[in-house]
């Protein structure tokens, strides 16, 4: 039997199985958007993690970069410093090898009766007047030493 009202079939005309339903598609509702938030907080904190994780990852490429480059400057080093030995080295092994020729040459010009040095009388008063002013400079050195360590005055105002 049919009055003619649409609302007679009706959801809102069945009364308590009516609401029940509303109230299960309601549920419904907020379980897919509480999955939805769910799902996006976890895709967020998954994008986070991958950026955190490529952060580090580029540090430790920075670290071991770095520490390539400090193992680089370290082999450097040994390598100047053993140069540098080397060098050394040979300069004294020269220097040996001719010092026995240099003392041989002072013992002959000893022997000849010879100074290898000699000054004349000119060069002996020009070598006193230096030797003058040096120890006059050296006394001036001296007392601007001890003007400058004295303790300084109370400040003018």
Same mark, same amino acid.
């Given at each position: 039997m049919s009055y003619g009202h649409a609302s007679v079939t009706s959801d809102?005309?069945?009364?308590?199985?009516?609401?029940?339903?509303?109230?299960?598609?309601?549920?419904?509702?907020i379980a897919v958007e509480g999955s939805k938030r769910m799902q996006r907080n976890y895709e *967020?904190?998954?994008a986070t993690l991958h950026?955190?994780?490529? /952060?580090?990852?580029r540090e430790v490429e920075d670290?071991?970069?770095?520490?390539?480059?400090?193992?680089?400057?370290?082999?450097w080093e040994r390598a100047?410093?053993?140069?540098a030995e080397a060098l050394q080295t040979r300069v004294d092994n020269d220097e040996l090898?001719? +010092?026995?020729?240099?003392?041989?040459? +002072?013992?002959?010009?000893?022997?000849?009766?010879?100074?290898?040095?000699r000054l004349n009388p000119r060069s002996w008063i020009t070598l006193k007047k *230096?030797?003058?002013? *040096?120890?006059?400079a050296k006394m001036e050195l001296r007392?601007?030493?001890?003007? /400058?360590?004295?303790?300084?005055?109370?400040?003018?105002?």
């Open positions: 809102r005309s069945n009364g308590a199985a009516g609401v029940g339903a509303q109230l299960m598609d309601w549920r419904a509702s *967020y904190k998954i950026s955190r994780v490529a /952060t580090l990852e670290g071991r970069e770095r520490e390539q480059k400090w193992v680089e400057g370290e082999a100047r410093e053993k140069e090898r001719i +010092l026995p020729d240099r003392c041989e040459e +002072l013992k002959a010009g000893r022997a000849g009766g010879g100074q290898p040095f *230096y030797k003058r002013k *040096y120890e006059q007392s601007v030493k001890d003007i /400058t360590a004295l303790p300084a005055g109370a400040p003018r105002g």
